[in-house]
């Protein structure tokens, strides 16, 4: 029998969901075909997705060029202000009416026939219109933009759904410790340099989970941190880490530093002249306690944007240096995806110090980092396993049972002040299973009222 | 990027550098090309050496904005980072290089035009690197590099080398090797 593809994306949901009761996961989820044409569909058309750092965007006129899902979109902010996320696409004969990946432009003129958008998305004009478009309903024939676009401590998200939640509603509990981390000075946050981008063979969902909070692979991934004496002891530091999940699929997990031996002054390994210029003015009493408790350390909001507190340590100077990574898992099949990596710093933060961290957390982190380029080298597992022929035999799921009842030790935080579930050590993988099951149930909700299975495309 | 190399400059250095800055990019090249030999390359480079490999940004033909804007790195690296990240190779945990990427790279248009002083050339050079690992697709890296080698001795030591890669999307996510 031929499976069909819609039969083929039903075969891996039950598989998900049947095996989200014991802790396993389809690896066919992570290379098949018609489940990343589902999830273009059922997930990545239905969510907030991050396009842009609003510093990026600093200016009337200015934009760069990003994707919703795989279509590229322009990010402008208009003259009066206003950012928008506009479909780089004529709406004569589709040419892309913005070329450069990046400048300041106050209209966009498609270079086949000439017709002019402001950066506003609206149509403005066209070569001779007098003559040739006398009775054009200019007002039908903007850009196609994405109906909802939302700033929330300068992250610039957008939601290509109309029917989409408010950003406040999709975010849910996650907005709290995402302003713990972003909100710690009122003053707000700027990018350094411009993102870098790079292929990777894997599938997005990989680089998603990792960053919802897989704090057991550090010991082992990233074991060289050991060998250069840049960490003495990364298996004990397995119980400095707590890890949250605060639903709708978002995760972010926090690692406290003051007990691994690196000579912390500050939370996040701050300096102490530069974390005391932290306002912390818009953090209640609560999350200023779990930043200098916890330390959150990265996190995802559901499907593919990942940010990382990390640092880098001067094993010669003693040197610590805290950067802010923000990441975007931009999907370009099953099997390989956009690697977005942009560095961001805190504008109360000195010029001096920032141009320093971000010179430094370039040895760590991206494609060129010692610490990502082994994460990276070891995502391309699930895709290519999960085209195997044993994967199907043997119907593969990868295990996901850590913190499961009964298998580690550990458990909720007792006082934990933030909403949502906790553990208190690495040993769990709940924040990854929150996220799978977040993830079959947007799968799921994008089919219902799908009539014929047999026809894909008709399932929205 | 810097300022546009014009003939008038390349008349400027004598033969006998050109030949001898080909020679030493010849065998550097053969050096960085076996991931087991990045020692003896690290031998070649000059303790305030500057290694760095800015970021492009597509722009339209007659942008007024640079292509590579200032500040903007996929590597910024010293004498000590570079070591670092040699030495990381030897640990048995840098699971990137293991096992060693297969790099096969050709450097060519040489361009030599004199340096800031007389113990200083400036060297640009095209290249395209080729890259197999086992199992991941091969990849074609290319782009342009400007050195500044130092002579010491009857040698040269590279100052200073800036990789202007030819890839806005880099065509791998795993950039353990060096330009």
Redesign the interface.
Known sequence: MTLTSSDRVQAVLAAAASGAAHGTFPVEAFADDSVYQAELDRVFAKSWLFVAHESEIAEPGDYVLRHLGEDEVIVTRDEDGRIHVLYNACRHRGAPVC?????NSSHFRCPYHGWTYRNDGTWASAPRKTLVYKNLDTANWGLLAAPHVAVKWGLVFASPDPAAPSFDDYLGDMAWYLEAVFGLDSRGMIV??????????ANWKTGAENYCGDALHVAH?H??L???GMSQQLLREQEMYSMFSPGKGHATFAWNLERSGLPIEAPWGYPKQVWDLFDQGELTADQQRFNAERMPLAGLVFPNFGFFRGFSFDP?SQRVMVHTQLRLYQPRGATKT??LSWLVFHVAEPEEYR?KS??DG??VL???G?LE??D???W?APS?VGRSRFARDHEMGLNYQAGLPGMSRGGPIEDHPGPGESYDSAFTEGNIRAFQRHWIDQMNAGNVGSADPGRPGEDR | MTTPVRRTDRAQVSLETETAVRSWLDYESMLLDDMRRLHEWHDLVAQDVVYQ?P?L????FT?N?PDY?D???????NW??LK??I??L???????EDPPSRLRRVVTGIVVTPGADETHVNVRSAFHLHRERL???PELWAGERHDVLRREGDDFRLAQRTVYLNH?????????FLF
């Open positions: 070329r450069g990946a990046k400048g350094m340099g411009e993102p870098e981008r790079a292929l990777l063979e991934t074991k060289s050991e060998d250069l010669v956009e690697v141009t971000y010179q370039l040895f991206n494609a060129p010692i380029q082994d990276f080298t070891l391309n290519r | 490999v970021v940004v597509p722009r339209e942008s904005l804007p500040g903007s790195y996929h590597m910024y690296d000590f980072t670092m990240r030495d990381r030897d640990g048995e945990h840098a699971w990137a199992r991941f697709t806005a999307v880099l065509p791998g996510a795993v950039l353990s």
